[in-house]
Nanobody, 122 residues
Framework: VQLQASGGGLVQAGASLRLSCAAS????????VGWFRQAPGKERAFVAA????????QYADSVKGRFTISRDNAKNTVYLQMNSLKTEDTTVYYC????????????????WGQGTLVTVSS
């Protein structure tokens, strides 16, 4: 499956952004999808993941209550709604897909998209 992340940009602290991860190729509904972020010189960090049907979601503690992951399998797209953005949310965000949700929560995944840059100014 091929993944394309988009929606990044420059916003002020407290604002919102919605990232999209569009998939093509194999049946999208067969894959859990996760969002990750990685700052220069730092390890990739798990942000959120959603199960194949969308029933189950998981979040990193740092984004709970601010970010919401959702999916529309008819559109082959997973979204990450980011509210109350903070300057420390600034980094490149990636999406990944894997048949198993728990694999994504460990920072791994079979398929990865390119990143989209989110910059939050103070």
């Amino acid at each position: 499956v091929q993944l394309q992340a988009s929606g990044g940009g420059l916003v002020q602290a407290g604002a919102s952004l919605r990232l999209s991860c569009a998939a093509s190729g194999r049946t999208f509904g067969n894959y859990a999808v996760g969002w990750f972020r990685q700052a220069p010189g730092k390890e990739r960090a798990f942000v959120a993941a959603i199960s194949r049907s969308g029933t189950f979601t998981q979040y990193a503690d740092s984004v709970k209550g601010r970010f919401t992951i959702s999916r529309d399998n008819a559109k082959n797209t997973v979204y990450l709604q980011m509210n109350s953005l903070k300057t420390e949310d600034t980094t490149v965000y990636y999406c990944a897909a894997d048949p198993v949700l728990s694999v994504l929560t460990t920072g791994r995944g079979n398929y990865w998209g390119q990143g989209t840059l989110v910059t939050v100014s103070s």
